[in-house]
């Protein structure tokens, strides 16, 4: 099985998605922060000045005019009242003519911003500063201004200034706190259209991860086509196109196994009659020493090249395409190793190795498995072969059969060399071999791992202390 790629550093299209959706949603909270914080500063001035206008009507009420004077009604105990709170303050200055200080506070800030020529009657509204004890700064308040007239005769008419003022720090904790009960709420929508939007993407793009985890976990070797059936259109186009490299892939595929094994099958009856007629000639040369040596090396090739072409012919069987329609049967694992075994004792004795069986379980009870009776047979050859071929004389193979659980295991181990630990991953793939010695042709072990994998089983290599290989076969038991 293909392992999953790594990660990507390009970006994410979750992630661009998730910006390009939650960026916008940002910006207008920040801006409607904004704008309720001033519409809250707008009505608190409101507010604030339609107190400061009652309360100026009121003071212009206690200054009475007599004749071409003024009567101050105003106790110092109403005025202690009105400025008794430090946070919210109420100062106040009447004036006649306006500069000309009567009654209040001298250090309230004159009004600025007002026509040359005001309208009676009318309060006019401003901010300003109030000068504060020395290291203590100054003092925001806004301003309410009424000027008023007053005189028994249009001759000795005359202008007073009422002027009222309160601290602005009430004000701007009133416009804080219409902004704060407005944003919170808001901030929490936002955080709920977050979440919303986030699970929203992520069901959005759960076709193309169904579809990642599909291509990712398909074998090297599999070019069926990808089922996105249920998936949007955009992902179903995408399904189409991959399906329809996949399918010229194995279109390109198929003939070049098709062509591999006509040539193997073209190449088989040549070979067989090369390696027949060298064997003839090695018995009638026998007085020539050097045409001798020449038959061995033609003899040799003619042999590889046989062993060459039935591999490549096997390779062939334990393709998907063939393995699909060579019929499977219930076979007992246990058995073809044993025959299997016998098979090679001879050979394995004059090639100077111990070849034997071990069965842990018990040998009458059988263990039983589902596949191709030719193609597994052809796998456990390939490796108890390769066991004889290079384990050298004077090794120890053993052949063992048994059960794991739910599957059977075949495991093969000799006393030889081994192989280093660097090579018996890449031991596993085509051409490749652990050793120069020997005239073998790389596909052994590939054509066993090709044929275990087509059974849904694992194969894998280890060490046999102190020293050799060991070779392990687990395949699904029979139900």
């Known amino acids: 099985m293909r392992k999953p790629a790594p990660e990507l550093t390009g970006p994410s299209l979750h992630r661009q998605l998730l910006i390009w959706l939650l960026a916008p949603q940002l910006v207008l909270w920040i801006v409607g922060a904004f704008v309720t914080y001033n519409l809250a500063a707008r009505y608190a001035n409101q507010a604030i000045d339609a107190s400061l206008s009652q309360a100026t009507r009121s003071l212009a009420r206690q200054v009475k005019p007599i004749g071409n004077g003024l009567l101050v009604d105003f106790p110092r105990a109403a005025q202690d009242i009105l400025e008794a709170d430090p946070n919210d303050r109420v100062l106040f200055t009447v004036s006649a003519p306006p500069g000309q200080y009567i009654l209040g506070n001298r250090n309230l800030p004159p009004p600025h911003g007002i026509p040359a020529q005001p309208a009676l009657g009318e309060p006019y509204f401003y901010n300003g500063e109030i000068a504060q004890p020395e290291g203590m700064g100054s003092e925001r308040v806004r301003v309410a201004a009424l000027y008023l007239s007053y005189g028994e005769d249009s001759g000795s008419q005359q202008t007073m200034l009422v002027q009222v003022a309160r601290n602005s720090a009430n004000r701007e904790e009133l416009a804080r706190r219409i902004l704060v009960d407005t944003v919170l709420p808001l901030s929490g929508l936002?955080?709920?259209?977050?979440?919303?939007?986030?699970?929203?993407?992520?069901?959005?793009?759960?076709?193309?991860?169904?579809l990642r985890s599909l291509v990712e976990g398909k074998a090297p070797n599999d070019l069926t086509a990808i089922e996105l059936d249920a998936a949007p259109r955009e992902v179903r186009a995408l399904a189409r196109a991959i399906n329809e490299l996949l399918g010229a892939v194995q279109h390109n595929v198929v003939a070049q196994k098709r062509f591999i094994s006509d040539a193997a099958h073209q190449l088989r009856t040549p070979l067989a009659g090369?390696?027949?007629?060298?064997?003839?000639?090695l018995k009638e040369a026998q007085g020539d020493a050097a045409l001798l040596a020449r038959l061995h090396r033609v003899h040799e090739s003619a042999t590889r090249s046989a062993h060459l072409v039935n591999q490549l012919l096997t390779l062939a069987r334990a393709e998907p395409e063939s393995a699909s329609v060579q019929a499977r049967q219930k076979m007992d694992l246990a058995r073809l190793a044993r025959e299997l075994t016998a098979e090679l004792v001879p050979r394995a004795r004059q090639a100077g190795i111990d070849l034997g069986y071990a069965q842990t379980d018990d040998a009458a009870t059988p263990v039983e498995v589902i596949g191709i009776p030719l193609l597994l047979r052809e796998a456990l050859f390939n490796v108890v072969d390769n066991a004889l071929h290079?384990?050298?004389?004077?090794?120890?193979v053993t052949v063992r059969v048994a059960r794991e659980g739910d599957k059977a295991m075949v495991e093969v181990s000799d006393t030889g060399p081994g192989i280093a630990a660097d090579l018996r991953e890449q031991v596993f793939d085509r051409f490749v071999r652990g050793t120069h010695e020997g005239n073998g042709c790389g596909l052994g072990l590939a054509i066993v791992r090709e044929i275990v994998e087509r059974h849904a089983g694992q194969v894998q290599l280890d060490t046999t202390p102190p020293h050799g290989l060991t070779l392990r076969i687990r395949l699904p038991l029979a139900r």
């Open 390 to 396: 290079y384990a050298g004389r004077g090794s120890e």
């Open 190 to 210: 936002i955080a709920l259209m977050t979440m919303i939007v986030w699970a929203g993407i992520r069901a959005g793009l759960a076709p193309l991860v169904r």
């Open 274 to 281: 090369l390696k027949s007629q060298t064997e003839l000639a």
